[in-house]
């Protein structure tokens, strides 16, 4: 999120470069502005120096008990019932074959014993279905409901265009971000991934009203605080209806501003779906 951030700023501030278009058959996104580069890339070390284990740095250690655990949760969590259920077979056991008395007896310290032996175990058959009906919630992805937006504004240079489309190509295969929206100066630069179908054109994605947009609260917020906003359970704000232009199961929002006059829409199809690494903003702008 923050090399997006600053790359969209440079593109947008910077001096209009005409760079050549070239064809790469690597389908892993690349930069342009990197590519343009004179100096030529470093060669990466022979696979013989790994192999005959050169690299002397740290090795990242593993929590085998951690581990073990997150492996086998339903086991863990049902364990004190397991534990509370033999104590108590235990106790019952000891009192029927040891020959005493079953009626407590207070002056007996076998009896004392016995009762605090049986708070134990209910304490643990209780824990344990406390634990069995506690369980963390998955959230999972929804399919954004709309259709596939590429809106590119015609004023926006070649170089540019790549380097918002690297950008959302890097986007949409490291985070769960579907749809793009930049909007600069008061044009929409880029519209693209998901958008909200249009209600009177069928197939047709819903544009993006800009002026209306920026007289938003929302948008006037992101600018005036010159900071992120992330909606991570969009649903859940009055900023859902300001947004028309997002698919309409949208889960989750980035609101990234750029400059002074120019902010960045990201949509996310899980709730809470941004990392803290996807939400670093620039520091500085």
Not at 54 to 83: C, E, H, M, T
Not at 200 to 218: C, M, N, R, W
Not at 274 to 279: A, C, G, K, S
Request: charged content about 15%.
């Amino acid at each position: 999120m923050e090399v997006g951030g600053l790359l969209l700023f440079r593109t947008l501030y910077s001096p209009p470069i005409r760079l050549p278009l070239r064809r790469h058959s690597s389908p892993v996104p690349f930069s342009p502005l990197l590519r343009a580069s004179s100096s030529p890339l470093p060669l990466p070390s022979p696979p013989s120096a790994y192999s005959q284990g050169a690299y002397r740095g740290p090795k990242p250690q593993r929590d085998l008990v951690s581990d073990w655990v997150s492996n086998n949760d339903g086991f863990v969590r049902s364990l004190p019932i397991f534990v509370g259920g033999l104590a108590l077979l235990a106790v019952l056991l000891n009192r029927t074959f040891s020959g005493i008395s079953p009626v407590a007896d207070a002056s007996s310290s076998q009896s004392r014993a016995d009762i605090l032996t049986l708070a134990l175990a209910v304490t643990n058959l209780l824990s344990g279905l406390v634990w069995l009906s506690i369980r963390p919630k998955y959230i999972s992805p929804v399919v954004p409901q709309g259709v596939e937006c590429k809106r590119i504004n015609s004023k926006v240079a070649n170089y540019a265009v790549l380097e918002l489309l690297w950008v959302w190509e890097s986007l949409s295969a490291t985070t769960c971000c579907r749809s793009l929206v930049v909007v600069h100066g008061g044009y929409c630069l880029l519209q693209i991934g998901i958008a909200a179908e249009s209600l009177t054109e069928v197939g047709e994605p819903v544009a993006v009203d800009v002026h209306k947009l920026i007289q938003s609260p929302v948008y006037r917020s992101v600018i005036e605080s010159r900071k992120q906003s992330y909606l991570a359970n969009l649903s859940l704000y009055p900023a859902r209806s300001e947004l028309p232009f997002l698919p309409i199961n949208t889960q989750a929002v980035i609101l990234q501003p750029l400059g002074n006059s120019g902010i960045a829409i990201i949509g996310g199809d899980t709730i809470r779906g941004f990392t803290n690494l996807d939400q670093a903003a620039p520091g500085k702008i």
